[in-house]
């Protein structure tokens, strides 16, 4: 019942927000939760409406969720983080291209007492093939988000299909991944989750990391841009703008590669537009 209340609410919220859809200097985005709930995606925001005076507004949805919403057309731009519901989203001709944002990496987190030994693992899949192994508890969103994929993604690397009583869904799963995590730590359980939600929470929680630097575990995020050929009210040129603000190695990309830095002593993400990768390689 609240996941489907959840549901009409996002719904309700699509709707109205859609009114604005094709209204110049106006751009609409669909966003993963995550990247929402660390708080970047209000920072850059706020400060592109300040350097250009075109507002942005988001609706934070998973991954899968958002680029349903991408399908109606409802908004202008989409912010995921699910390679392959992304590429399918463009082949079906409701994206125009894939567009590399930023980067952070998913861990998987446990009580300190690591009932299933998998603490120093060097890969996640031999973590979690442990973890059925050991029937131990863990909790997962359950909600085909750009975090849940990535997690089952790593139990097919593991070559399991994670079913049983020690698995369980959090039936508040899609509300996002901070939830989620606040979920597992009052169950004492392991969970899969990416790295910034976790140094959001450290100071409010017991879980920790104990198994990390996977290079399966990378978490790329990225931007598509509603196919304005399918769908001719979006307002394509404004988001194009707001695209281009946030890949720019001056703009966008220097305040993801500081952002969480005064809070966390470190960044929550990673800078990977094309255009910054560019700008590192002439610096070396």
């Known amino acids: 019942m609240r996941r489907?209340?959840?549901?009409?609410?996002?719904?309700?919220?699509?709707l109205v927000m859609a009114t604005f859809v094709q209204a110049e200097g106006f751009v609409f985005m669909a966003s993963t939760i995550g990247p929402i709930d660390s708080g970047i995606v209000g920072a850059l925001e706020d400060q592109f409406e300040k350097e250009t005076g075109i507002r942005v507004r988001h609706v934070g949805?998973?991954?899968?969720a958002a680029l349903k919403i991408g399908e109606k057309?409802?908004?202008?731009l989409v912010m995921a983080h699910a390679k392959s519901l992304e590429e399918k989203f463009i082949a079906e001709g409701f994206g125009t291209e894939r567009?590399?944002?930023?980067?952070?990496?998913?861990v998987i987190l446990g009580p300190a007492a690591d009932p299933a030994g998998i603490k120093g693992m060097k890969t996640g899949a031999?973590?979690?093939?442990?973890?059925?192994?050991?029937?131990?508890l863990f909790i997962t969103r359950g909600d085909k988000s750009g975090t849940h994929v990535a997690e089952m993604e790593i139990w097919s690397k593991a070559g399991v299909k994670p079913a049983g009583p020690w698995y369980v869904t959090y039936e508040k799963g899609s509300l996002g991944n901070a939830p989620t995590t606040r979920y597992a730590n009052e169950k004492g359980a392991y969970v899969f989750m990416d790295r910034a939600t976790y140094l959001s929470l450290k100071k409010e929680i017991k879980l920790v990391i104990l198994v990390e630097k996977d290079e399966a575990l990378l978490n790329y995020i990225s931007l598509i841009p509603v196919n304005p050929k399918k769908f001719p009210r979006v307002n394509h040129a404004d988001a194009m703008t707001f695209v281009k603000w946030l890949t720019d190695p001056a703009k966008g990309q220097n305040i993801i590669a500081d952002f969480g830095k005064d809070k966390y002593g470190a960044p929550l993400f990673f800078a990977n537009s094309r255009e910054w990768q560019a700008a590192q390689k002439k610096m070396k």
Request: no cysteine; hydrophobic share 45%; glycine share 10%.
């Open 61 to 64: 949805a998973g991954t899968g």
């Open 99 to 106: 567009i590399p944002l930023m980067y952070n990496d998913f």
């Open 73 to 76: 057309g409802n908004v202008d």
């Open 126 to 136: 031999e973590a979690l093939r442990k973890i059925s192994q050991k029937g131990a």
């Open 4 to 14: 489907t209340l959840q549901s009409v609410l996002v719904v309700m919220l699509v």
